[in-house]
């Protein structure tokens, strides 16, 4: 499913965060937006689910202008992972998962085998069936954070929109987050968008990024050239470095600023 930004305006108060950004983004890539705090991540996620409309300019899934889209079917087309969750009441992994099926149930409302289906492969993919009878309450932050991701792959929807999907993660959950949000994309051909503050494995992880200064500017364009560190210091006011060993590349900051 591809997504269309046509001369995109984002603004907050007085500051023009993102200023004419126009890009397609297309099924099986995975895009990392990145920047400093309050650059505009959250917002433009918010605007490419729908849930926001920009200053100026308009967002188009597959053709068809966003605003058009009835709020069942763009359920259906897209999935979104907002960057915080909260559980206002007790319920299993599995019954908090199966939530984000509700845009398939019909009828009297109950989930069908293939929603339980669908749900159950999500928590095998990201190692949390042995958690799928525990009360959601109970669970630590990043165990949360893993649930909710796992609720927005069992939506299975074409487009997957995600802001700060790693936080709250050690490592080990991150790279397996990462690896599942690719095989999504490479695999079924899923579009995959995720903001991320790590700018290492965005450059190991996505295809392409997008770079928002908070300033008005926006890079865009496959990974390696938009994460260089020429471009990423002058985002986020901090010099960087990109070192190799082999056939890995880091960014590393400077002791300098800016």
Not at 38 to 67: E, H, Q, W, Y
Not at 196 to 223: E, I, K, Q, W, Y
């Amino acid at each position: 499913m591809s997504l269309q930004l046509d001369a995109i305006v984002l603004r907050t108060g007085a500051r023009t965060l993102v200023d004419g950004l126009t890009q397609t983004i297309s099924s099986g890539e995975v895009w990392c937006i990145a920047g400093p705090n309050g650059a505009g991540k959250t917002t433009l996620i918010n605007v490419l689910a729908g849930l926001a409309k920009p200053a100026a300019g308009s967002v188009s899934l597959d053709g068809r202008a966003l605003a058009s889209w009835r709020p069942a079917e763009l359920a259906r087309a897209r999935a979104l992972m907002p960057q915080a969750t909260h559980d206002a009441f007790g319920a299993t992994v599995l019954d908090t998962v199966l939530l984000n099926r509700f845009p398939y149930l019909t009828g009297w409302g109950w989930e069908s085998d293939d929603d339980r289906r669908a749900a159950r492969i999500s928590l095998d993919l990201l190692g949390l069936a042995p958690l799928a009878s525990r009360d959601v309450l109970t669970l630590s932050g990043g165990e949360r954070q893993r649930v909710a991701l796992a609720a927005t792959l069992c939506q299975n929807a074409p487009l997957l929109l995600l802001d700060e999907p790693l936080s709250h993660l050690d490592l080990h959950h991150q790279i397996d987050c990462l690896h599942a949000l690719r095989d999504a994309a490479s695999e079924h051909k899923r579009t995959v968008i995720f903001s991320c503050h790590d700018l290492n494995l965005a450059r190991s992880f996505a295809t392409h990024a997008l770079l928002l200064d908070g300033r008005g500017g926006a890079h865009a364009g496959p990974v390696a050239d938009v994460l260089t560190p020429e471009r990423a210091s002058a985002a986020f006011g901090y010099p960087l470095a990109l070192i190799r060993d082999g056939a890995y590349e880091a960014l590393v900051p400077t002791i300098h600023r800016l």
